[in-house]
């Protein structure tokens, strides 16, 4: 084991503070990671206050994770000290069930092992990325493209993996009308990775106030989804919806932007249920649907992608130190678009 150190959450809804935490010595197919950046995604602000149910504390959130290799084990063949590498959301799992050997570990029936509020298959629990180092398994880590920067690669390792998913599986591309509904740390990501597909891209947002940095991402049109009217001057527009938001939405409305036979796809994940008339999906044959990141595979398809496009995250990069002020302007929507921590201030 390795003393390093971290920003972690004591208990629910407590500040993070800086301590240290034991990272686990390098197995025979680890790779440890010296990390370099951390995106603040917004799920890191629901499991630190218990948003999502009980959780593990003291917790070191962080799944958008750049680094650095600094050490490898005996049997790794994938990576080689210097390397640049991700971490996303995941970190293991069975690998031998239906869904991982068809490449979608996050949906693995005996459980994935999230990054960090996960439980090991050696009974630890999980530290994530606002730390130094991480130890990871050379399956669950992806190579970062010599293109992309790593500050503004971080945030792809779950912003991008969670928009590209849904868009490459519902088809968005060239002769698609493609809807984004929230433009933030999900959303903007969801706006450029369109946008590159060839899609035709709508943002839907409460307000127009970001607008133009829409349109500079890449959006075709803005809609600001508090007037009445762009509902009526939309209706039966769009082949996807990919809604990013995670606040409840009139689902049955946002139903009623679709074509005969498209999709609505949610990508955020709302604290409390929602209510939905079925009436809303029977009429014009509708589907609603639920997306969840992506594989490891997936995952670096995305990120190679990204690289020959030139798409990297909107970022405010900060120091640990500011990482609670940070959880509070990102649940005020006060940022442009994806906080990252610069490790190296730990």
């Not at 996303?88 to 239906?98: A, M």
Request: proline content about 4%; some cysteine.
């Amino acid at each position: 084991m390795t003393t390093v150190a971290a920003y972690a959450a004591p208990a629910a809804k407590a500040p993070l503070e800086r301590t240290t935490i034991e990272v686990r010595a390098v197995r025979e197919f680890d790779v440890l990671i010296d990390i370099k950046y951390a995106g603040i995604c917004h799920s890191d602000i629901h499991q630190v206050r218990e948003g999502w149910g009980e959780a593990i504390f003291p917790m070191v959130p962080g799944h958008e994770i750049a680094g650095v290799v600094s050490e490898v084990g005996p049997g790794v063949t994938k990576y080689k000290v210097g390397d640049r590498v991700g971490v996303g959301c995941l970190v293991d799992s069975c690998r031998e069930c239906d869904n991982c050997e068809a490449g979608q570990e996050q949906h693995c029936v005996r459980g994935a092992v999230q990054t960090y509020n996960g439980i090991g298959r050696d009974g630890e629990p999980t530290y994530g990325g606002y730390a130094t180092h991480v130890a990871v398994d050379e399956n669950f880590v992806v190579r970062i493209p010599d293109g992309l920067s790593l500050d503004v690669a971080a945030p792809l390792l779950c912003a991008g993996i969670t928009t590209y998913a849904p868009l490459k599986q519902w088809g968005a591309g060239p002769g698609k009308k493609v809807a984004v509904v929230g433009l933030g740390g999900l959303g903007h990501m969801g706006v450029k990775i369109a946008h590159a597909l060839g899609a035709e891209v709508t943002v839907l947002s409460q307000s127009l106030r970001k607008k133009d940095d829409g349109l500079k991402l890449g959006a075709d049109h803005y809609y600001a989804t508090s007037d009445p009217k762009t509902f009526e001057e939309l209706a039966g527009s769009f082949d996807l919806i990919v809604s990013t938001v995670s606040a409840p939405l009139d689902f049955g409305g946002y139903l009623s932007l679709l074509r005969t036979g498209g999709a609505l796809v949610n990508v955020g994940a709302p604290e409390e249920p929602i209510a939905l008339n079925l009436f809303s999906l029977i009429g014009g044959n509708k589907i609603l649907a639920g997306s969840m990141i992506g594989g490891i595979a997936e995952t670096q398809e995305m990120l190679d992608f990204c690289g020959e496009h030139g798409i990297g995250s909107e970022i405010e990069l900060i120091a640990a130190s500011e990482i609670n002020e940070a959880y509070e302007r990102v649940t005020a929507s006060d940022v442009r678009y994806r906080f990252v921590i610069d490790t190296a201030t730990i």
